[in-house]
């Protein structure tokens, strides 16, 4: 046991996919992996250890934001011997061309996050994907009918902003989407000397106010789950 995961030593597998909600955490582990067997359920943050293939794997789920996420990945590397971690979840689009359901996959973050200026003294460091996960999660895209896209992503520690218009400075130089966790995983994995990658899904349109329907999300969201458990080393 750690402090945070009451898993056994050897329970978790040397890579974990990490989705924030532990019940999409089951869903995927009960649907994708064979002979899955819960190893977490302090807080009810389900963890799950199964056959993809002959490849084991664990998933499971990261809570919301980089704290929750970074209490996780540190337990997870430092007293589990994790060596690979993919965080499959979900974005708001801030480009017009992005689409529900379109994959992106983060090369790099920005964040409005402190963590990393305290964690720096003030200065600014930045975030990156590991190359080889990134090349093969683009590869495994192409061969599915998705749209997937390469770029940098926000990393917030805010849901709901205060300005409506945000989002706007951000689109300007490029960033594709935005999310809570990345900046968090690609910094401790670089700590930590793990690869790292995040795969995302995207849930809505922040230019337009869309959001997936349920049948989107049962449609599309397995995708990002695949694309990681083909990736998995
Ligand atoms: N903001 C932050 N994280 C998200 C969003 C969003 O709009 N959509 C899905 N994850």
Known sequence: MS????AREGQIAPTVLLPGDPLRAKYFAEKMLKDAVCFNEVRGMLGYTGLYGDKRVS????????????????E?????????????????AIQPHLKIGDIILAMATS???SINRLRFSGMDYAPTASFYLLRRAYEEAQLRAVNAHVGGVLSSDTFYEDDPEWWKRWAAYGVLAVEMETAGLYTLAAKLGVDALSILTVSDCIV????????????DFPVMAEIALEVAP
Do not use: F
């Open 3 to 6: 402090t945070h995961i009451g």
């Open 59 to 74: 998933i499971m789920g990261s809570g919301m934001g980089i704290p929750s996420l970074s209490i996780y990945v540190n």
């Open 76 to 92: 997870l590397v430092s007293e589990y011997h994790v060596k690979t971690l993919i965080r499959i979840g979900t974005c708001g």
């Open 111 to 113: 964040t409005d996050s």
């Open 208 to 219: 337009t106010g869309e959001s997936a329907t349920a049948q989107q999300r049962e449609r």
